[in-house]
């Protein structure tokens, strides 16, 4: 049953409230591109705006250009990366979501650690600001440095 259709008692079915382009499905769109494989960081042309900003390990990066070039080098510290979304939700009017996260990868130097192969966990939150037309226009990330740093240093 959709999430439009009445249930047999004519009620409103309520079970599904995420519809089809959702802001959900535009940040889950992101990370499939982006950070799963094959990694397509220039699909950040597409998804983002010109000024788009994140703030991410107390660093503020504005720009599109300088967020595809942050990626890479996130990318280049940590290979192999999959982000899979936890749990994910959106406020009423679809111009925010809430997300909570778990990173996976093979270390390649992160934060200046020996590039030793050892494969690496990392939970994190996001909160993202998407317009109407689904482009990204920020993003704020909390992300448990602190945990991998200790996988990688002890």
């Given at each position: ?22 802001a ?25 705006t ?42 009423a ?54 945990e ?7």
């Open positions: 049953m959709s999430a439009d259709a009445p249930t047999p008692d004519g009620r409103p079915d309520t079970r599904d409230q995420r519809q089809p382009g959702t959900i499905d535009v940040v889950h769109n992101f990370w499939a591109e982006v950070w799963q494989a094959p990694h397509n960081v220039d699909a950040i042309d597409e998804l983002v010109e000024d788009f900003v994140i703030i991410s390990g107390g660093t503020e990066i504005h720009g599109r250009a300088a967020f595809k070039e942050w990626v890479r080098a996130f990318h280049g510290a940590i290979t192999d990366i999959h982000l899979e979304p936890v749990d994910t939700f959106q406020n009017d679809g111009s925010r979501v809430a997300s909570r996260w778990v990173l996976t990868g093979t270390n390649n130097g992160f934060a200046g650690t020996e590039p030793d192969g050892q494969q690496v966990r990392m939970t994190g939150t996001a909160v993202w600001h998407v317009l109407p037309d689904g482009r990204l226009t920020h993003n704020y990330v909390e992300r448990n440095a602190l991998l740093l200790r996988q990688l240093t002890s």
